[in-house]
């Protein structure tokens, strides 16, 4: 059973910003250190900055002859079945690394030329260089080394979506970027069946299908040599019946010794530059997982559900908590994987008290991606939300309450989300002299928007809230009705 059903959230993947993992097996999903180094987003380059610490002090460990150290170092990146993913069939067991494969494979890392030639630079090329490390052990050391960031986010979704932690849980083995040391402490978890488990932010995992050996050898290495073959006209050279020259790829192997993970670093070693153009052009291939993860669901049918949702739901402080809930999930849905991580700052107790939602900006196009590089003074690097459930107008304190929350460091963004505006458009002209004042952008999104947004979802993804948000910009920047 998914998360979502045991803990009744009445929430599809779509509306969630974590993988909405099914305890009792694996999700065939992983962690990818080389794709989270590609994502720009605050979680994803914090939890990059900590695997970078990691693996840069494990190299200077080898390489200074520090084996000892170095082997403690490397003995906990052991396999791990809090997140769930991988390739195991039945009850997460995982393909990771157990103390005995963690011992052989430090070994073959101990023998490998990549480690002595420095060409290995980062966690991930140990799938290019390593033998009998693939895209799981790699996932399970990067669960390992990142288990701190991965106990927080777990902490805050469950606080956003209401899941009751356990106290005075062991975290497990964690890395320490700040003390360069492995750490342990006592936490609240997410407990299940007795083991703790760790949720994981959807836009951080992927199917490492791009940045692996087999692609490195059979798109760079072999198109290098077939490349050598013509030039130097060698014996593997044939002509096509027009006259032009070709060389296999089949008549390269059976030429050249196996083209093993050795193979590939004496390659590298020799032609760095080859390693350089694989890098470059897998980073342009890789792309993030669907906001319905590997669910199958019809995304019209959950947008229609949720239209209908949104009219249901009467306004008021007496119905504050299922608006807020329900504006979570939709907002999640028509953002990804544009904002990500939502965080619930201030709890709500039956809609006495605010509720103040912070989305880490993790878009690389689109509106937030626009918005700070075409102006200088609206960073927003996260985007923070206002829920208003009022049955009247929404003015001053309401805009004063969430421009409070900016600044340069955190970001001088937000969205203020309410059933209905005023007809006058005062509301419009308050956001208006806020930006006038530099106080901040903030963009008010009402019941309408939300409906028409979700009803061009299926066809325009994320802009369909987007375009609205354009709009509502430049009336905002210009003071006229675009």
């Keep these: 059973m998914k998360i979502s059903k045991m803990f009744n959230l009445e929430k599809t993947q779509y509306e969630l910003d974590f993988v909405d993992i099914d305890p009792s097996i694996d999700t065939p999903l992983f962690l990818d250190p080389y794709y989270i180094s590609k994502c720009d987003f605050p979680f994803a380059i914090d939890t990059h900055s900590t695997l970078r610490s990691y693996f840069e002090f494990l190299l200077a460990l080898l390489r200074g002859k520090q084996m000892q150290q170095a082997e403690e170092l490397f ?9 769930c993913l991988g390739m195991s069939r039945g009850k997460p067991r995982g393909h990771g690394m157990g103390p005995e494969d963690t011992a052989a494979i430090f070994k073959e890392l101990l023998q490998s030329r990549a480690i002595h030639s420095g060409i290995m630079e980062d966690i991930e090329d140990f799938r290019i260089f390593v033998p ?15 288990k701190k960031h991965l106990i927080e986010y777990t902490k805050e979704q469950c606080d956003l979506h209401g899941i009751p932690l356990v106290e005075n849980v062991p975290s497990g083995m964690f890395w320490d970027p700040h003390t360069k040391s492995w750490d342990n402490q006592f936490t609240q978890r997410l407990v299940i069946d007795g083991f703790p488990i760790l949720l994981v932010p959807k836009r951080i995992v992927s199917f490492t299908d791009k ?55 004496r390659f590298t070693e020799q032609h760095p530059e080859v390693f350089a153009d694989f890098k470059a052009k897998t980073s342009k291939k890789i792309t993030m997982i669907d906001g319905a993860v590997l669910d199958t669901i019809n995304i019209e049918d959950v947008c229609n559900h949720l239209r209908e ?12 908590t299922n608006y807020h809930n329900l504006i979570i999930g939709i907002l999640e849905l028509l953002f990804y994987p544009n904002l990500s991580s939502p965080k619930k700052e201030v709890d709500i107790h039956s809609g006495r008290k605010r509720i103040d939602i912070t989305f880490n900006n993790s878009s690389e196009t689109g509106f937030f991606f626009n918005l700070p590089n075409n102006n200088a003074l609206l960073p927003c690097p996260f985007v923070f939300v206002e829920c208003k459930n009022y049955t009247g107008e929404v003015a001053n304190p309401e805009l004063d309450q969430l421009s409070g929350r900016f600044s340069n460091r ?11 505006l005023d007809e006058d458009n005062a509301f419009m002209k308050r956001c208006e002299d806020t930006f006038n004042d530099d106080r901040g952008l903030i963009i008010p999104i009402t019941d309408k928007d939300l409906d028409l947004a979700l009803a061009r979802f299926p066809r325009y993804g994320t ?14 920047v210009f003071g006229i009705k675009c």
């Design 463 to 476: 802009g369909g809230l987007e375009d609205i948000l354009s709009t509502k910009y430049k009336n905002i």
């Design 211 to 265: 940045y692996t050996s087999t692609e490195y050898r059979q798109h760079f290495v072999l198109n290098y040599l077939q490349n050598e073959h013509l030039k130097l006209q060698t014996s593997l050279v044939k002509k096509y019946k027009s006259g032009e020259k070709y060389v296999t790829k089949k008549s390269v192997k059976e030429n050249e010794e196996v083209i093993d993970k050795e193979y590939l670093a």
């Design 410 to 420: 955190r970001g001088r963004v937000g969205i203020l989300t309410c059933r209905l």
């Design 132 to 146: 009998n490390i693939d895209k799981d052990k790699v996932s399970d050391m990067t669960a390992n080394i990142i």
């Design 309 to 320: 949702k949104l009219s249901s739901i009467p306004s008021g402080a007496a119905n504050a």
């Design 75 to 83: 003995s906990h990146l052991g396999e791990t079945n809090d997140v």
